[in-house]
């Protein structure tokens, strides 16, 4: 017999098939070859889930789809499966499995078990570091990227709960805004203008490129998150940067975020070179260079500042 209670937080099997794309007819096979997920029969014969299994089958989903087997996956913790998605992500075949990649992957997985506990001091700590030993552009290539990666797929899973989620980015971005603020402390240099575009709340986009445009001779103006279009106008014809880079993440309408860009083309004079990454950046717009990671970032700009000296 159920209780009340228990029986309140008990879903149909075609609920369960909803929340994690598993279909009724795989469930109930499982159920028979694996025992798990063990449901509980109603007086009428019908099935009923507890709706802690969501995470766990989702996770069994997830796991499917990167090719582990359902004999080896079904009877799996939420531990188990996380470790085999978190560790080896994407069974990816062109990820190189040498000893540093490994490295690497298990240095992330331990501060993802410091933001479980809420541990700052300690996850600080971790990123110091780690940026000592690995410079700043292969600490954000390497680690961070890596991380906020790593934070959206447990995020996703069900693994990390959403307050644990704004803590591992409140801790990442105060830690690349000091370091950042530290390498671009400098009075002289060509200007570049950093901004993104209204209504964007991501901001460990611009705040990674800051940090690698300040291994750059430029000064840095930082406008961060969600700048009204007029303002970025107006600042770029008040001082003229050399350079205005965006960060634009990927939950905007591409269509919306093209008229955008385009339109401070046409507003911005024609010395102002306008760059821009983050998956939300359209591709082949006229005027508007994309640039898809932080290692082509940092090569681009020494082209960029050779070209600048020849023209001075
Ligand atoms: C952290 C995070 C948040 C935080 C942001 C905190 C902050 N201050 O930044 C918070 C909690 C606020 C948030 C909110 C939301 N988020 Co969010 N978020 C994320 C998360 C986990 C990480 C995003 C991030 O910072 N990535 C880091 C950047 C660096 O990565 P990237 O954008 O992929 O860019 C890559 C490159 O292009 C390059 N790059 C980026 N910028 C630049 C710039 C230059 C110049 C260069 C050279 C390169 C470069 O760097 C990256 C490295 O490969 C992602 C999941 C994920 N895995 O990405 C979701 C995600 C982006 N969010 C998402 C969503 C839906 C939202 C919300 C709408 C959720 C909601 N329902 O409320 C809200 C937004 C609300 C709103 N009104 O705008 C979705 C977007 C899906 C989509 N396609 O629409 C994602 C993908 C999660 C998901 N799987 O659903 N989010």
Known sequence: MIDADKMES?????????????????LRMWEKRYGTPRSHRLPSGHRRYPKEDVPRLRAIAKALESGY??????????????????????????????????????????????????????????????????????????????????????????????????????????????????????????????????AETHNLGLLMSAVVASLSGAKIIYLGLDTPMQEIISTANKFEPELLCFSISCHHDMLKTEERLLGLRRELKKKVTIISGGKGTPPNLPGVYKIENFNTFNKWLVEFEKNLAVSN
């Not at 008990?10 to 795989?26: K, M, N, P, V, W």
């Not at 934070?151 to 409140?170: P, R």
Request: with cysteine; proline share 3%.
């Open 69 to 198: 087997r359902a004999s080896k996956v079904v009877s799996g913790t939420l531990e188990e499966l996380h470790g085999l998605i978190g560790l080896k992500p994407l069974m990816d075949s062109t990820a190189k499995p040498d000893q540093e990649n490994s490295s690497n992957e298990l240095l992330v997985e331990r501060w993802i078990r410091k933001i479980h506990g809420f541990e700052d001091d300690s996850l600080l700590q971790g990123f110091h570091e780690q940026w000592n030993k690995s410079g700043p552009l292969n600490f954000i290539v390497d680690f961070m990227v890596p991380l906020i990666e790593r934070v959206g797929k447990g995020w996703e899973l069900g693994e990390l709960t959403i307050s644990q989620e704004h803590f591992a980015t409140e801790c990442m971005i105060s830690f690349l805004s000091s370091k950042w603020r530290l390498l671009n402390n400098r009075k002289e240099g060509w200007t570049i203008l950093m901004a993104t575009l209204p």
């Open 10 to 26: 008990l879903i149909s099997i075609g609920e369960l098939a909803r929340l994690t794309g598993i279909t009724t007819h795989t």
